[in-house]
């Protein structure tokens, strides 16, 4: 299984990216989708998730409203489009895969990308 995020990199606040994961390995439609952000010097954390019908998704308080999280089974990928980015969205962003229900705790991924940082210039 491996899963490739991409869509990271330099922006200025207010800008807008679109992340994207491409899962290969493993039945996409059977699987969750989840994003998570590691920020320097802190934890990784959750970020927004979507089931693997498409039609339900969770978001972190933080970023509701600004992000957007989706998927297109046709391509094997989902995508985390960001809006309105903040300095304190600079992170590295992690796409992960959930063979049950949305879920917001790490534990609950089975397969992780190597991640892609996004850089927020103020």
């Known amino acids: 299984v491996q899963l490739q995020a991409s869509g990271g990199g330099l922006v200025q606040a207010g800008g807008s990216l679109r992340l994207s994961c491409a899962a290969s390995?493993?039945?996409?439609?059977?699987?969750?989708m989840g994003w998570f952000r590691q920020a320097p010097g802190e934890e990784r954390k959750f970020v927004a998730a979507?089931?693997?019908?498409?039609?339900?998704?969770s978001y972190a308080d933080s970023v509701k409203g600004r992000f957007t999280i989706s998927r297109d089974t046709a391509k094997n990928t989902a995508y985390l489009q960001i809006n309105s980015l903040k300095p304190e969205d600079t992170a590295v962003y992690y796409c992960?895969?959930?063979?049950?229900?949305?879920?917001?705790?790490?534990?609950?991924?089975?397969?992780w990308g190597q991640g892609t940082e996004v850089t927020v210039s103020s």
């Open positions: 979507i089931s693997w019908s498409g039609g339900s998704w």
């Open positions: 992960a895969a959930n063979r049950g229900l949305v879920s917001t705790k790490q534990s609950s991924y089975e397969y």
């Open positions: 390995g493993l039945t996409f439609s059977a699987y969750s």
